[in-house]
């Protein structure tokens, strides 16, 4: 999902184990051009709209995303997203003096990358709701 549906934001993904309810996966994400972070990432889905992201290796090993989809309506849904960061890096510490004229940056590949996500989402929440009634 995440290469495919975001080559804007992530170069190259690689699962590297996949359990019952879990699943790490190795990712390059895109900082500028062909400057990508890689991370190990667990995700986990602690029920039906919530899914957690956390940073099991690599920089920002401990830092969390949880996002909260709640359908509103046909063709509606509301999302919320909680980001905790960490870093050990000293860049780590520029970019929070930077914050002010990073952040933007941030939001604007953050909504762009929820849009999708949301469509997606919704469009397996159609899938999952023909299936129902044609069962």
Do not use: K, N
């Not at 509301?78 to 940056?105: G, H, K, M, Y």
């Amino acid at each position: 999902h995440g290469v495919h549906y975001h080559p804007h934001s992530f170069r190259r993904l690689s699962v590297i184990e996949q359990l019952e309810d879990e699943i790490t996966v190795r990712v390059a994400y895109g900082v500028i051009g062909p400057l990508a972070v890689e991370v190990d990432a667990r995700f986990h889905c602690p029920d039906r709209r919530t899914i957690v992201m956390t940073i099991v290796g690599g920089d920002g090993e401990g830092s969390v995303v949880e996002t909260h989809a709640t359908p509103m309506g046909p063709g509606r849904s509301a999302v919320v997203e909680t980001t905790l960061a960490t870093s050990d890096r000293p860049q780590f510490r520029l970019a929070l003096r930077a914050a002010r004229f990073i952040r933007p940056l941030i939001e604007r590949a953050a909504a762009r990358l929820w849009v999708q996500d949301i469509a997606y989402a919704e469009r397996r929440r159609a899938l999952a709701l023909a299936a129902r009634q044609s069962d």
